[in-house]
């Protein structure tokens, strides 16, 4: 004979002080989990979706995987398009973006500073960068710039500091920012985008870090690598964009890991937080305990109602912590030496955080209801 489903339910209500207490640990061992599995899904994510098949990147055979040591010459992306069958090439204007990247200080009206990635391009940029679009304000003009929509999270400002007309110092001279943009999410979000030419002359550099060319199929991008073998004076690499944020995923690889096992350290310490919870609870009850074994009940009935009980408990702190998670925690910005990413809240993510609570909620019940259950029915009643 089973007890009743009510039962279960009504005895978390009889203790409205230890079902709070065991919810909101549940809750905090739920929300962690969200929050680091988020961080590893965002980091992924980020990327994954940085990368375009179609793109093939050129820079200096010299800068290993760093691009922002990558120094080529600006002749360059003159030679690539008229050396080259595979070039995209729309109304008359080959797909190819040469671009200056590095890191520079950046400095608000206000006095902040902080560490920026600050890319100088032309107008061609949007057409390789298909993924780049102005959400606000205009194309940058002479001394403006725009930015991305986690370049405040990758500099450490306050979101306020980076609206359209606020002046930026950095390399040496006054920004004003005249719009912003997104990119579906990828690393490009984190960046201060300027003209080539004037970010050329307050850097007094004249050389680039790396050209973009937009192929018409990726399987063109032999025929870059051959060029660049070919023209050995000039010292060029040429990789899949799609490829080399897949290095940075390898790259980043420790870091995954290292989430991964504070997600493995957060769940075990939330099974020995939930079994001293249930000890607690359970010790309580040892009276109410022996009371059911002795008008009939077996002792696997009692053991499944408080494996019901925990269980209940468990599924209603997965479901306050994923709602809270999803309304407050997704998209929130984290700076990282990439550049910034948002935490990602998906299906995944909610899965595997509402799996751990539920599992730290059934199985948590069952060793002190074992301890329980073992004991002499005679001496259970007798005690306080």
Request: with cysteine; aromatic share 8%.
């Amino acid at each position: 004979m089973w007890l009743p489903w009510e039962y279960g339910v009504r005895n978390l209500a009889r203790r409205p002080m230890r079902t709070g207490l065991t919810l909101a640990a549940l809750s905090t061992v739920v929300m962690l989990i969200l929050i680091v599995v988020g961080f590893i899904r965002g980091l992924e994510n980020s990327l994954a979706i940085s990368g375009d098949p179609n793109v093939v990147l050129v820079y200096s055979v010299n800068s290993e995987q760093n691009i922002e040591n990558s120094a080529i010459d600006a002749v360059t992306s003159s030679l690539l398009p008229a050396s080259l069958q595979n070039t995209w090439i729309r109304y008359g204007i080959p797909h190819v973006s040469p671009e200056l990247f590095l890191g520079s200080r950046v400095q608000t009206a206000a006095g902040s500073t902080g560490l920026g990635l600050v890319r100088g391009v032309t107008r061609i940029a949007p057409l390789v960068r298909r993924k780049v679009r102005l959400i606000q304000g205009t194309w940058p003009q002479d001394g403006q710039i725009i930015v991305g929509k986690l370049a405040a999270a990758k500099l450490g400002f306050v979101e306020g500091e980076l609206r359209v007309g606020q002046v930026l110092q950095f390399e040496g001279r006054q920004w004003q920012i005249s719009g912003e943009f997104e990119a579906d999410g990828s690393a490009f979000e984190s960046e201060l985008w300027c003209d080539l030419a004037q970010l050329q002359t307050a850097t007094k550099r004249q050389d680039l870090s790396l050209v973009a060319l937009l192929l018409n199929s990726p399987a063109a991008v032999p025929e870059v690598s051959l060029f660049c073998q070919e023209r050995l004076d000039l010292e060029l690499k040429a990789i899949r964009e799609t490829e080399y944020y897949a290095s940075l995923q390898h790259h980043y690889k420790p870091v995954r890991q290292l989430a991964w096992m504070v997600v493995t350290l957060v769940s075990t310490a939330g099974i020995f937080a939930g079994l001293n919870l249930m000890y607690g609870a359970v010790a309580g009850r040892v009276r109410e305990i022996a009371t059911l074994q002795a008008i009939g009940y077996r002792r696997r009935a009692i053991l499944v109602s408080l494996m019901q009980e925990g269980t209940l408990l468990a599924a209603a702190a997965s479901l306050l912590s994923g709602t809270f998670a999803i309304l407050w925690v997704d998209g929130l910005a984290i700076r990282f030496t990439m550049g910034a990413f948002a935490l990602r809240i998906d299906g995944f993510t909610i899965a595997v955080a509402c799996g751990v609570g539920l599992l730290l909620g059934a199985l948590g019940a069952i060793p002190p209801a074992l301890k329980v259950l073992r004991q002499s029915v005679v001496i259970s009643l007798k005690s306080n």
